[in-house]
């Protein structure tokens, strides 16, 4: 009996210590707010759109999922892949893939906002987690994308302005797949590659006028459309 | 060779420190005979009695609402059948008032979407309406999570819930749901007559409001749980101060303007008023209703468009039927009550 535990103890750890086949390499991912070029800066700075607003961007808050590295030889998907994006926090900003394996890498890819399934699964922990304000109570499921701030041309209590995005039911979905094509980005074994996201929001407000788009708060058309046009403001540089 | 005995000892050892840390026993929800298999998937929150008890201390306490003043029990009596008994609608904190009635809590891991107008599709995460809605506890769930992380005697029962004194908001709702999935009510006189058990045995009147019931009403409020789990347009008129158009508000299609959530009937002696404004008080207002007070509209229920006749003796013995749903045994189940230290 002994002798058996302990062939079988061996055989285990044997089985633990063979060498991989396939080396492996890590990914830093960091995901850049931006707005016009600069560096975003919420609730102080002034931003201004080529639409002709005048803007302060109190908070930005969104969701991607699903985050995937397609080569020619080599692909590689994210294991429960949901990260909360916050301009607040700039940890939330960097995503580290392990694991990758060793090779050139033609895109990146992911979503914006978390699928269907995940809206309808119950209570979730991490960065999916109820408590981190990117859920709806009343018409349930997760928002995708949080924008806010305050412009002089918005004819609400404050001059605040408001985009809740989300909604997972048809038909107004409002998940969006983002490709990022990289210049063959490798990754080496053992070693770190660093790939630099930006997300600039300049794309998003030149095509909005802040007088009469300023509340988008429940799954909706607008809301579809303002997911369409947040899926425009990633780019690799 | 004594490399083998200090592993051998080592796995044993950890071994009974696993069995030894899992002090949440576990609990099953026994599926009553006859009735289909729960939409709940339990694999995601296996139910324990120390989750269970968790949830239970959570649904009574009023930390839930930003004053600390109103509870989930507030508005969920238990020996109402978790309903709100002699309110029409909902109550808040501050003496706010809520816009629809608060439903009856029972059987619900049979249950695939939650409120009048189906807007929540899970039961985890239906507690976050009543707890974040301005109308009634006025929170918010990070507050709620601070507020538990912050009481030793909750850092507790986290602990011999989830292996880990920290409250999440994950936690705290897979907590909650452990309690409501074991509200089930099927031990009514009906469920008797149904297994053919003593105090199962139904009179005159009410076998005949039973056949009444099978033809009339059963399309809707499906046996054994007495709701089908869908929705519909049943003829009532709006409310004028409310205008409640139920379904419409989630789905925005115009097919769904007056769709609300079919009711489960059982333990509905104790549930009134009735409807999802609670503007009938007694059953027989309600039959009353689906005899001669249906409302047309594009969207009333295909299912009433034809009109029910009802003599008053029928009407009596419907009723007298719907009686037979009481389950006294889930009204005054112990494990259900205030959580007494």
């Given amino acids: 009996m002994r002798n058996l535990l302990f062939a079988i103890t061996i055989i285990s750890l044997y089985g633990f210590s063979i060498p991989p086949k396939t080396a492996f390499g890590t990914l830093e991912i960091t995901i850049k707010p931006q707005l016009s070029g600069q560096p975003l800066i919420l609730t102080n700075k002034l931003y201004h759109s080529t639409t002709g607003d005048s803007l302060y961007i109190d908070a930005l808050r969104f969701y991607i999922s699903a985050v995937q590295l397609d080569g020619k030889t080599a692909v590689f998907a994210e294991n429960n892949s949901y990260h909360l994006i916050d301009a ?106 660093f790939l630099l996201v930006n997300t600039d929001l300049a794309k998003f407000f030149n095509r909005i006028q802040l007088a009469m788009t300023n509340k988008v708060v429940i799954p909706s058309k607008a809301a579809a459309q303002m997911a369409d046009y947040f899926q425009d403001v990633f780019y690799a540089k | 060779m004594f490399l083998s005995k200090r592993l051998l000892s ?30 709940y998937d339990f694999s995601n929150n296996p139910l324990t009695s120390a989750g269970f008890q968790l949830g239970r201390q959570l649904f009574y306490d009023p930390l839930l609402s930003r004053d600390t003043t109103i509870s989930c029990a507030s508005c969920h009596l238990q020996a109402t059948g978790f309903a709100h008994v002699d309110h029409a609608l909902s109550h808040g904190i501050v003496g706010r008032i809520g816009h629809r009635n608060a439903p009856a809590l029972m059987n619900l891991a049979w249950s695939s979407s939650f409120m009048w107008d189906g807007g929540v599709q899970h039961l985890d995460m239906q507690p976050i309406s009543p707890i974040t809605s301005p109308a009634e506890m006025d929170e918010t769930m990070k507050n709620v999570v601070e507020k ?9 029962m986290f602990h011999a819930a989830f292996g880990d004194s920290l409250a999440t908001g994950q936690r705290t709702l897979q907590a909650l749901s452990q309690f409501i999935l074991l509200l089930n009510s099927a031990n009514s006189k009906y469920d008797k007559f149904i297994r053919q058990e003593p105090g199962g045995e139904f009179n005159a009147q009410e076998m005949n409001g039973l056949a009444i019931f099978r033809q009339h009403c059963a399309t809707c409020h499906t046996e054994p749980l007495f709701t089908s789990g869908g929705f519909a347009n049943n003829g009532l008129p709006v409310d004028t101060a409310l205008l409640d158009f139920g379904r419409l508000r989630i789905t925005q299609h115009p097919q769904d303007s007056l769709l609300f959530k079919i009711p489960t009937l059982r333990n509905i002696q104790f549930t009134y008023p009735y409807m999802h404004d609670g503007r009938f008080k007694k059953l027989l207002e309600v039959v009353n209703h689906y005899t001669a007070g249906i409302q047309n509209s594009p969207t009333l229920d295909a299912r009433l468009q034809t009109p029910i006749v009802l003599t008053h003796e029928q009407k009596i013995d419907l009723v007298a039927f719907l009686l037979t749903l009481t389950d006294r045994e889930f009204l005054f189940d112990a494990r259900f009550g205030f959580p007494r230290e």
């Fill in chain 2, 148 to 156: 538990l992380n912050n009481t030793g005697k909750y850092r507790r």
């Fill in chain 2, 10 to 39: 080592f796995c044993l050892f950890s071994l009974f420190f696993a069995l030894l840390s899992f002090t949440g026993d576990e609990l099953k929800l026994v599926v009553p005979e006859g009735w289909p298999q729960p939409v």
């Fill in chain 1, 88 to 193: 607040e926090e700039s940890g939330s900003q960097t995503i580290i893939l392990k694991n990758v394996p060793v090779g050139t890498y033609q895109s990146l890819s992911f979503y914006i906002g978390t699928d269907s399934l995940t809206n309808v699964a119950g209570a979730l922990g991490g960065d999916l987690d109820p408590t981190l304000g990117m859920y709806w109570a009343w018409n349930s499921g997760y928002i995708n994308v949080k924008v806010e701030g305050r412009s002089n041309n918005c004819p609400t209590l404050y001059h605040a302005f408001e985009f809740h995005l989300g909604g997972y039911m048809p038909p107004h979905q409002t998940v969006r797949k983002v490709v990022i094509p990289l210049d063959k980005m490798k990754i080496v074994a053992g070693k770190t590659t």
